[in-house]
T-cell receptor, first 112, second 114 residues
């Protein structure tokens, strides 16, 4: 059974640009969440999607957005990148009614 | 407002001994707790969880203890192995109001020395 797949693994962008990250959940998992991990911080919740609807949103500015497609694949977008957006972005999926998320390996975003 | 705190950034133990990782929380609405392990350049891997209606859950070498009155949980690893060296994250969920959102601690780097 394939795990959670995130693409790309590494990305370098310039301040002011925008970026789109992709996540393919485990087959059958309809809940997808995104987290940001920065040095010295734990994982900060960005948002959660279920059946193409955003169910929950963390405390991030509107520059961070996401969506989920009918096949449960998800994308997150960050516009007008800032240096502080440099982080590891993790996608996780799970089945409904289950607490335990399975995480992907993440996308390492570096903003220069 | 750090609702889940892991006060020890690092812990070093000898192979074969017990590793105890601690986690404190402030939100009394949390009703489910999880531990994840993370290796560099990989995503977190689920280890073990516990519901707030229990005070202990065991899975092989891993045991999680929950003390609701103290808002404290701990992960015990016995015996510790060098392959256990990783960052361990404590996470909590409040299914009633925050749905599937997990609130994570800052992590503890565990090093198991051969």
């Amino acid at each position: 059974k394939a795990g959670v797949t995130q693409t790309p693994r590494y990305l370098i962008k310039t301040r002011g640009q925008q970026v789109t990250l992709s996540c393919s959940p485990i087959s059958g998992h309809r809940s997808v969440s995104w987290y940001q991990q920065t040095p010295g911080q734990g994982l900060q919740f960005l948002f959660e999607y279920f059946s193409e609807t955003q169910r929950n949103k963390g405390n991030f500015p509107g520059r961070f957005s996401g969506r989920q497609f009918s096949n449960s694949r998800s994308e997150m977008n960050v516009s007008t990148l800032e240096l502080g957006d440099s982080a590891l972005y993790l996608c996780a999926s799970k089945t409904a009614g289950n607490y335990g998320y399975t995480f992907g390996s993440g996308t390492r975003l570096t903003v220069v | 407002d750090q609702q889940v705190k892991q006060n020890s950034p690092s812990l070093s133990v000898q192979e074969g001994r017990i590793s105890i990782l601690n986690c404190d929380y402030t939100n009394s609405m949390f009703d489910y707790f999880l531990w994840y392990k993370k290796y560099p350049a990989e995503g977190p891997t689920f280890l073990i969880s516990i519901s707030s209606i229990k005070d202990k859950n065991e899975d092989g070498r891993f045991t999680v203890f929950l003390n609701k009155s103290a808002k404290h949980l701990s992960l015990h690893i016995v015996p510790s192995q060098p392959g256990d060296s990783a960052v361990y994250f404590c996470a909590a969920s409040d299914g009633e109001t925050s749905g599937s959102r997990l609130t994570f601690g800052e992590g503890t780097q565990l090093t198991v020395n051969p």
